[in-house]
């Protein structure tokens, strides 16, 4: 595993205006969440991380 990557996700979900991962503010919702982690590698490698935890909560794949 490298240093870089984290070995704890903590996100904060409750506003969609921001990033759960940094708090930034992002562009809207959406595609602008889409936009940020594409633009900051950090946030993409804990939104991974997260999104492959939750995988298995789901049934199917999760399309968002």
């Not at 996100?11 to 940020?36: I, K, Q, R, Y």
């Not at 997260?50 to 909560?57: H, I, T, Y």
């Amino acid at each position: 595993m490298s240093a870089e990557t984290p070995t704890t996700v903590e996100a904060t979900w409750s506003d969609p205006n921001e990033c759960p991962f940094c708090g930034a503010a992002l562009a809207d919702p959406g595609a602008g969440f889409v936009d940020h982690v594409a633009e900051n590698p950090d946030c993409d490698r804990r939104f991974e991380t997260w999104r492959d935890r939750v995988a298995g909560d789901m049934g199917g794949e999760w399309s968002g």
